[in-house]
C-alpha cells in the first residue's frame, strides 16, 4: 500500500511496513539537498547561464578600404553592430542617434560597426561614404538582408542594433534612439 501525504503533511500508513520509512528517508533527503548543478549565490545563475552559450556568431567582413574586418579581433571592446541598407529610411533616421551614442562611448570602449547588407555593392559603398565623417567602422555583407551576416545574426527588420559584450556575447538587441543609449549607459558609465 502506498503512503500518502495528505495537505496537513503528516504521515499515514497505509499497510506497507517498509513504505513509511522509505517515504520519510526521501522526504529528508528531498528537503534537505541542494539541487545538483544549482549555483551556490544567486548571481551565479546568469552567468553559468551565460557561459553555456555559444559566442555571437564571428564574421570576417571588407571595409570600403578593402581590407577585412574580423568582429573576433574586436573582442576585449563592447561592440554596437549596426545592420542596415542603403535605400532604409528609419536607418538613416537612426545616423543622429549614431553620431551621438558614438560621441559619448567611442573613448569609453564601445566600438560601432554598421554592416552594409546591400547586395548592390556600389549603392552600399556610397551610402557608407555619407557616414565617414563619424568614423565608425563599415562592413560590407553583399549576400544582402537575407543571407550571410543576416541570417546569422537573425535579422528580421532594418535597422537591427545588436549590442555585444567584451567576450563576444549578445546583451542586447533591436533598440533605438534613448532606449539604445540607456542600455549602452547600464554596460558603460557616463561617469
Not at 67 to 91: E, H, I, N, P
Request: glycine share 8%; charged share 20%.
Amino acid at each position: 500500500m502506498p503512503v500518502v501525504i495528505p495537505p496537513d503533511g503528516a504521515l499515514r500508513h497505509l499497510g506497507c511496513s517498509g513504505c513509511t520509512v522509505s517515504a520519510l528517508l526521501l522526504l529528508v533527503l528531498l528537503g534537505s539537498c541542494q539541487r545538483l548543478g544549482a549555483p551556490a549565490t544567486p548571481g551565479a545563475a546568469s552567468q553559468n547561464r551565460r557561459d553555456n552559450r555559444p559566442a555571437s556568431p564571428d564574421f570576417s567582413l571588407p571595409t570600403a578600404d578593402g581590407k577585412q574586418l574580423d568582429l573576433s579581433s574586436l573582442r576585449g571592446s563592447y561592440v554596437l553592430l549596426d545592420f542596415r541598407t542603403a535605400d532604409c529610411a528609419d536607418c538613416q533616421a537612426e545616423n543622429a542617434n549614431l553620431r551621438k551614442i558614438y560621441g559619448q562611448f567611442h573613448h569609453r570602449g564601445l566600438v560601432i560597426v554598421s554592416v552594409w547588407l546591400d547586395a548592390d555593392q556600389v549603392a552600399g559603398h556610397a551610402a557608407a561614404d555619407s557616414l565617414r565623417a563619424v568614423r565608425w567602422l563599415q562592413v560590407f555583407d553583399s549576400e544582402g538582408p537575407q543571407a550571410g551576416t543576416a541570417k546569422a545574426y537573425e535579422v528580421k527588420q532594418l535597422p537591427t542594433a545588436v549590442l555585444l559584450d567584451p567576450r563576444g556575447y549578445e546583451l542586447a538587441r533591436n533598440l533605438r534612439g534613448r532606449d539604445l543609449g540607456q542600455k549602452i549607459s547600464e554596460y558603460i558609465p557616463l561617469d
